[in-house]
């Protein structure tokens, strides 16, 4: 039988052996609540500053009869917003470290008719084709011997089947951006890695107001589309929810006129290094890429003479963090790219694309490219456009766009105008009408001018 003192001292002891062996996990709970006690205070303090603003900003108005009602307006709604979401209920702080992959994929329908006045062999012509995609981001984690360094991966899945209509010589000749089939032709489905590349990102600074990511280094390689890097546009480059012709979707001179010399689904492996500035109201980066061109980017010739370019972007940014604005200056040059009997020849040039916000409803857009070195169908291009949101007529999610394009060469200038109206009917589908106009087609004077409907359908998860 043990000793009623004995037993006590063992309870003791054991009590304090616990309590020993549980005081790390007690300091631990202390230091992730004093964590989240400083979260708190700081998400107050924003919350307090916010309103402030708003009440500056309401004085401002009163003080300025005539002023409610323009962008200051928007601005104050802007910063109600952002009031408003800090005061949500926020999901449970996670402690599980870096977000898990993400994939996203689309299907696209597009069906279009060309009159016998702009189809190749003088006849009307009725096309219909689909593209789908599928792609996955994959954060990799943390590479601490390469200087402290996040590895992003990326990978991007084509299939289609079905081309487009073909229409007589034009400088542009690509009324729809989105077909995508096999050598074989539409008798086929066809598939393709399109791209598969990783990423090096090196922080400079922590992450800046609204959550946007701080400064930093980005070097990128693998098997890439050049125009998610270079050239970007916020109105004018996405085939799947905006225009569809090709002078509209990309600067002209680096797909439609070849100076890109991609593969022939405007891919190639290659490489970009890119430093960004980031600041709460503008931000800044310079950018550098060399890929593969011609025969080098389909993986049947080596390295040399590729397509190299050099971009320097400014962007202005909402008070929701969003863009406002964003002005690119690039410059290229290729040595594998043909002159216009086919033989080599390097081509140079520059360009410029703009994207910008006007109030709640416009996106202005604006590309100039200019060839300075080798020979083309045509060596100027400037494309002018819009979208405008469907709130003015109770439909906020529609969007109805319009562009200009036009392309100056020896025989003259080709001119291409495109309208549309995107119809959202609900978070995975939209419907879209699409008419095309092109004048004076390849610059001849004497050319007729011939019009392209189309309807293009959109599914997206």
Known sequence: MTHPRLALVAMLAALACTSLAAAPAANDVETRLNALAARLAELEAQNQALRSEVQALRGTATAQPGSWGTPLTERVQAVEARVNQMQAPRPPVSVAGAAGPTVEGSVLGMAQHVGSGGGADGASQSRANWRGDLTVALPLGWVRSLGNARFDAF????????????????????????????????????AIVAQAWGQMTWPLDAKRFNDLPGSRVELTAGKMDVFGFFDQNAVAGDEGAQFLNNVFVHNPMLDSGGDIAADAYGLAPGAR??????????????????????????????????????QAEWVQRQINGEPRGTWRLYGWTNGRTTDLAGDPQR????????????????????????????????????????????RTWGRPRDGVGLAGGWLHGDAGTEQTLELYYRFYLNEYLTLTPDVQWVR??????????????GLRAAVGF
């Open 440 to 453: 004076r087609a390849a610059g001849e004077a004497s050319a007729g001018s011939f019009g392209v409907f």
């Open 155 to 190: 990978g991007h899945l084509r299939a289609g089947q079905g081309g487009g209509v073909a229409l007589r010589p034009t400088y542009s000749a690509t009324p729809n951006s989105i077909p995508f089939e096999a050598g074989a032709g539409s008798s086929e489905t066809y």
């Open 273 to 310: 290094l890119s430093y960004l500035h980031e600041g709460d109201d503008t931000g800044w980066a310079l950018s550098l890429g060399a890929f593969a061109s011609g025969a080098g980017a389909d993986f049947n010739l080596g390295l040399g003479g590729p397509l190299v370019l050099a």
């Open 347 to 390: 081509h140079s040039g520059w360009g410029i694309s703009i994207d910008h916000k006007l109030g709640a409803a416009w996106n202005l857009f604006g590309r100039w490219g200019q060839r300075t070195q080798g020979d083309g169908a045509f060596d100027r291009a400037l494309t002018l456009g819009f979208e405008h949101g469907g």
